[in-house]
């Protein structure tokens, strides 16, 4: 017990899962098919708690953009528009868990 909070009632929600190892995202990423894993089962009780919400967090690494490196072009930005697009179409594509299914398993303890 910390703080007197059951540790199953703490939650570590992760930007993303990716830049950690290949083993620790595949607990929640099937690298292979590109998608979420459907019913996660944890060997080990200690990833339970665990919530990482995307795959691609950092438009920095986003292939749609990386014309605009900053490296190579200092000067030139994407179009607005585009860029809400693409995060769009990020959130159907990268997202491992949807912050709305943290906040809902949060309110059933």
Not at 30 to 59: C, G, R, V
Request: charged letters at 35%; glycine letters at 0%; hydrophobic letters at 35%.
């Amino acid at each position: 017990m910390s703080f007197e909070v059951d540790l199953d009632n703490i939650f570590l929600i992760l930007e993303t899962p990716m830049n950690v190892s290949k083993y620790f995202t595949s607990l929640w990423w099937d690298i292979e098919k590109s998608e979420p894993i459907k019913n996660l089962q944890f060997q080990d009780k200690i990833y339970k708690n665990i919530i990482p919400l995307y795959t691609q967090a950092d438009p920095y690494y986003w292939d749609e953009f990386k014309e605009f490196k900053k490296e190579k072009n200092e000067t030139e930005y994407p179009n607005l528009e585009d860029v809400m697009k693409v995060i769009n179409d990020k959130k159907k594509t990268a997202q491992i868990m949807n912050l709305d299914k943290i906040i809902n398993k949060v309110k059933k303890l």
